[in-house]
């Protein structure tokens, strides 16, 4: 027999059996959206280095769109600084939202370039998993993640996403963060991954406090079983945390008693990219 489905239940009833907020009710509406971030995203890639700066009537020309809609478009893009008007002609230029954008990028495409050298040479001297992670969101994403030369390793990371609250090279990176954006950090829930993962907020900001005093966090079995881990923050020329270092192995070779052995290796490490990155070693830290 054939298992008899009950009929779909309508909208608004649907919500008050589930409580859940319905979104989307205009198909219609929502094209029409999408249809506009994507007419904004094509105006922002027509400009060139040949044309560096157009007016409305010649972006609706080339967007094959209305006069009134890219005037539309034009002004939100504006007012968040992905354009710029030419007060003398009233025409669009990029604006320095872009640039600030792309030099987020641009961080990350340097440190991932500057730290491959770096990071094998550690991997020689550790034998253990050697790890580059940068800050996304409420995670770390995994650069770079060698893996040890080992039988008994841990399966590479690269590109993975592990939760920054509990991680080393996540508190690392936290220890970054302004006192705004760590209270909107905390906001989020964190949920234990094992039987030690620490998730009270008073006991985690203890940690990344710590990390500030003795320049590198530890992680014992706290993101995941059989691992532990000790990482050090990489800092860019204006004093600004932008990545972890990290070295990380199953806990039958890496022991506790060995992190204030390994803090140096990992230390002088995470300080040779900072260095390729712009740092001294003798300027001020951006706190």
């Known amino acids: 027999m054939s298992e008899t489905q009950p009929p779909p239940t309508a909208g608004p009833e649907a919500d008050a059996v589930t409580g859940r907020k319905e979104v989307n009710r205009n198909p219609r509406r929502d094209n029409s959206r999408l249809s506009s971030v ?20 010649e972006l609706a020309k080339r ?10 478009l ?11 008007q030419n007060p003398e002609n009233g025409r669009y230029r990029l604006g320095v939202g872009l640039f600030s954008l792309g030099s987020l990028v641009r961080a990350r495409l340097d440190v ?4 491959k050298h770096i990071l094998n040479e550690l991997r020689e001297k550790t034998q253990e998993n050697v790890r580059l992670a940068v800050l996304e969101r409420q995670s770390v994403v995994f650069l770079h993640d060698f893996e040890s030369p080992q039988t008994l390793r841990l399966r ?7 939760p920054a609250f509990c991680t080393a090279e996540g508190l690392c990176l936290l220890s970054g963060l302004r006192e705004a954006e760590m209270a909107k950090f905390m906001h989020y829930p964190r949920p234990a991954r094992t039987a030690k993962t620490i998730t009270d907020e008073t006991e985690l900001r203890s940690r990344i406090r710590r990390v500030k005093t ?18 050090a923050p990489i800092y860019n020329g204006d004093g600004r945390i932008v990545a972890a270092l990290g070295v990380a192995g199953p806990r039958v ?11 140096p290796l990992v230390i002088e490490a995470a300080l040779q990219v900072s260095q390729r990155l712009g740092y001294s070693r003798h300027q001020p830290l951006y706190i």
């Open 38 to 57: 994507t007419t904004a995203i094509h105006l922002l890639k027509t400009y060139t280095q040949e044309e560096d700066e157009l007016g409305i009537s």
């Open 63 to 72: 967007l094959g769109v209305a006069k009134s809609t890219v005037h539309r």
């Open 74 to 84: 034009a002004t939100a893009l504006l007012e968040e600084g992905f354009l710029q």
């Open 112 to 115: 991932t370039a500057e730290s």
């Open 156 to 162: 590479s990371g690269t590109g993975q996403l592990r």
């Open 214 to 231: 003795q320049g590198y966090a530890t992680e014992d079995e706290d993101c995941d079983e059989g691992t532990r881990c000790i990482a």
């Open 253 to 263: 070779r890496i022991r506790k008693s060995q992190f204030p052995r390994m803090a």
